[in-house]
Structures are given as C-alpha cells and as structure tokens.
C-alpha cells in the first residue's frame, strides 16, 4: 500500500511505531529497569494469538483486565509463559517444577513487577508465524508480512536498541533462531557463538554473546524436538547461562 491509500488506523499504527516513547506500551509488561536496577528482559518475535484469544475478543473480553495488567494468573494459562517462568525460576537457582510458585512470589511480567520485563520485536499478534490476514494489512498499512517485517527493521529496532542501551538490562532472552539476526540488530549482541546440546537424542542449539548486555538467543519455548519443549531442556539451557554468563 502507497501512503497515499493508508487507513486511518495505519497511520496511527505507523506514528507510533516510530515514537521511541511508545516502546513500552506495545510490549507484554512488566519492569524495564534502569542501570542502577537491572531487568532480566524476554524478547520474543511477535506475541501469539490464540483462538482462546479471539473468541475472548468476540465476547466482549471478559479477561481485559487481566490483559492490561498480564496478570499471573493469566499468564499461567499459557503454556510459553509456564516454561518463561521454569526458565527464569532455574535462572534464579530454583527448579523448574517450580514455576508457579516462582511466579506468584516475583510476579514476572505483571504490571507493577519488578525485575523481569517482556515484549516482541514486531508487536502485531499473530496465530503463527506465517499469518498475514486482511486486518493486519488493514492495521499496518502492508498487504504482506515481509513488507511489514522489512520496514519494521529499519524503524523499530534501532528503537529497540536505544531501550536496550537505555536501561541496560542484565541479561536478555532471545526466543527464536531463526531471526538471529534480527535479535543481534536489536540488542547489543556481538559476535554470538553457538553451543549445541543434546536431549533425549535431540539436537538443540543456543547462541550467546556478551557484547555490553549478555545476550542469548534460544530455540522458541513450546513446539517441536529441537525446541526447548521440556524441563530436562529448559533447566540445562538455563544452568548453562547462568554459569556462562552470569556468574
């Protein structure tokens, strides 16, 4: 679509795409932080939407509040935010069969939270990575995905960054290999090195780079066998970053 032809909402979508204050309000939740009161930041590629969600929506969104807020108690319904939490639970020297009471004792996340901040690099939800419908072109402005992905490069990460630079993060949580390069453009991540591991026979693969913020970029938290899709994969991954990278 030519700017000439954008919808209103288009428009409103791009500006504030553009504004660097806005970062946070396109992002799931939780606490920043700043250089004196460091965050451990998640940072996913774009946030899902699930048919849970959109039937949700279509009821007059009962759950809303919840949303706002991205409650706990919300949040524990997923099944990519219980394996965040067996994630950062085994970070913090806990288990990861531990995970919910992990997270209602530290509430990561959750508006008002401190320490743990979470957001995506492209914040238009979507049910799967694939998926473009005919109301994200509508709201974007773009009729495909890769026009969207390819302008969002050159606007919205180096935002990304500058938040990075900002607040210094103690650690950064990549999910997702196959945008490495996305995730380094977005962070302060040089040279990342990879490390292979294997579980139950499955081949699993890490990258990790210090750069000024230690930064990791790891296989997404649900899905197939190269992925971290179980607490043997979860609390190995972590261990190895917390002995990598943290101590």
């Known amino acids: 679509m030519s700017c000439s032809t954008l919808s209103e909402a288009a428009r409103a979508f791009r500006e504030r795409m553009r504004d660097p204050e806005a970062f946070l309000e396109s992002c799931d939740g939780g606490d920043a932080g700043t250089p004196n009161a460091r965050s451990i930041w998640l940072l996913g590629l774009e946030p899902g939407w699930s048919r849970a969600d959109a039937a949700n929506k279509m ?11 991205y409650a706990v108690d919300l949040q524990l319904k997923w099944p990519f935010n219980r394996n965040a939490f067996k994630l950062l639970s085994v970070l913090s020297g806990g288990n990861a069969e531990d995970y919910e009471q992990f997270a209602r004792q530290f509430r ?12 995506n690099l492209y914040p238009v939800a979507c049910n799967r990575i694939s998926a473009w419908t005919n109301q994200d072109a509508m709201q974007t402005g773009f009729d495909q995905k890769s026009m969207y992905h390819e ?7 180096p935002i990304v960054r500058s938040w990075v630079e900002k ?10 290999l ?6 380094t453009a ?14 139950s026979g499955h081949k699993k693969r ?16 649900s899905g197939g066998s190269n992925g971290l899709n179980s607490n043997e994969a979860i609390s190995y991954v972590a261990r190895y970053i917390r002995s990598a990278l943290l101590q």
Request: proline share 7%; charged share 20%.
């Open 59 to 69: 009821n007059g969104g009962h759950a809303s509040e919840l949303l706002r807020n």
């Open 108 to 119: 990561p996340f959750e508006r008002g939270c401190k320490g743990y901040f979470k957001g």
């Open 151 to 157: 302008w969002m490069r050159e606007v919205r990460l």
């Open 167 to 176: 607040c210094n993060p103690s650690l950064i949580i990549c999910l997702g």
């Open 178 to 183: 196959t945008h490495l390069d996305d995730f």
């Open 186 to 199: 977005a962070t302060s991540m040089e040279m990342p090195r990879l490390h292979e591991f294997q579980v």
């Open 206 to 221: 890490i990258y990790m780079g210090e750069g000024s913020v230690p930064t990791v970029v790891l296989p997404h938290l």
